[in-house]
């Protein structure tokens, strides 16, 4: 196995990056163009900079926010269903735009998958899995399979705010009735489900329903942290492994560490909880960058996906060997989406 490298800006061997949380739309909807490098000052996401990592796969979130009306992904409430269907829709509409300009490829089967991740050259596009994070765009349960069709193939039911499926990290409350319903079409369909914000009733009463693979895509300890909902138990973290799951590291500073300033050792400490409890099989990224913060809310060393590798040096030094390592970066994403995608 090649030794990955952890300077200069091109891949070697495995030394490339799934990142498994980006708003990427979201970003869009803000006005953030993705042909030219972010300015440093406000952002850090772009096709430039992303290619710097690098990144080649990277969970792309439709990403709607209940109680925003006329912001990015704003819609009124879970009861404006129409608004959240729109919302939702404008978001897919724009990925779908980026397909057919040659700057994503949507990974819709395990043969999109491949593809993307072989293709080293630097205007390859960018692989994406389409991430429903909060479900109200769906309108019933039967929907479902529209946003499937149109290359869905992971949700999380409820941002914090709850929705109509299921309560929030927030907001607090079990899955509905529609919600239950919203399960089942899901399993049917093979769309894996992200728990990164659901309450923690929704997270149990989800386990209690589906015998299907669960992940975070975007969630660190709350060991480490605090009481909030918003971060897993070690019980959680057990349970999505027992699921065949994974749990990607954010790198929200706040998400990091409590009253202080964040640092790199912060970060790779989430990492190693996890590892602790359910081996180094089940870590990986889902960075969450530019996810209403700014490079400000990061880490020192951590302000940039070209700094990604510095996790992998931090892990080096820790012990980590390639082929833990080589999991952290992709690895790991890769065989849960080996899976779990249409062949």
Avoid at 29 to 45: I, L
Avoid at 100 to 107: N, P, S
Avoid at 165 to 189: I, W
Avoid at 209 to 220: C, D
Wanted: net charge negative; proline share 5%; glycine share 14%.
């Amino acid at each position: 196995m090649t030794t990955p490298s952890t300077t200069g800006s091109g891949p070697v061997g495995g030394d490339w990056w799934l990142d498994g949380h980006l708003d990427l739309a979201y970003l869009a909807e803000a006005g953030r163009d993705f042909t030219r490098p972010a300015d440093p000052a406000s952002g850090c996401v772009s096709y430039p900079d992303l290619r710097e990592a690098p990144v080649r796969i990277a969970f792309g979130t439709i990403f709607t926010e209940a109680k925003a009306p006329g912001q990015p992904g704003g819609y009124g409430d879970s009861t404006d269903v129409e608004g959240a269907h729109t919302a939702g829709v404008r978001q897919l509409d724009w990925y779908l735009e980026q397909e057919r300009l040659g700057a994503m490829r949507i990974i819709r089967t395990v043969r999109d998958l491949e593809a993307a991740a072989a293709d080293g050259r630097p205007s390859a596009p960018l692989g994406i899995v389409l991430l429903m994070e909060c479900a109200d765009p769906i309108r019933t349960p039967s929907e479902a399979a529209w946003w499937f069709g149109r290359g869905v193939r992971v949700v999380g039911m409820s941002w914090g705010y709850g929705s109509r499926y299921s309560g929030g990290n927030s907001s607090g409350g079990g899955l509905t009735a529609l919600g239950r319903e919203l399960v089942a079409a899901f399993d049917g369909l093979g769309i894996l489900h992200d728990v990164s914000h659901l309450s923690d009733a929704s997270v149990d009463e989800l386990l209690g329903v589906t015998t299907k693979r669960v992940v975070a895509t975007h969630s660190n300890c709350r060991a480490l942290l605090d009481a909030k909902e918003r971060h897993l138990t070690d019980a959680q973290i057990r349970a999505i492994a027992d699921r065949g799951g994974v749990i990607g590291l954010n790198l929200f500073g706040k998400f990091l560490a409590v009253g202080r300033s964040p640092t790199i050792d912060d970060a790779i400490a989430h990492v190693e909880r996890v590892a602790d409890l359910i081996g180094r099989m089940r870590t990986c990224l889902g960075s969450d960058l530019d996810g209403g913060f700014g490079p400000e809310m990061l880490p020192p060393g951590l302000k940039h996906p070209r700094d990604y590798r510095q996790l992998d040096a931090a892990l080096a030094r820790r012990g980590w060997s390639d082929a833990e390592r080589l999991g952290f970066r992709h690895g790991h994403w890769m065989r849960v989406l080996r899976e779990t995608l249409p062949r």
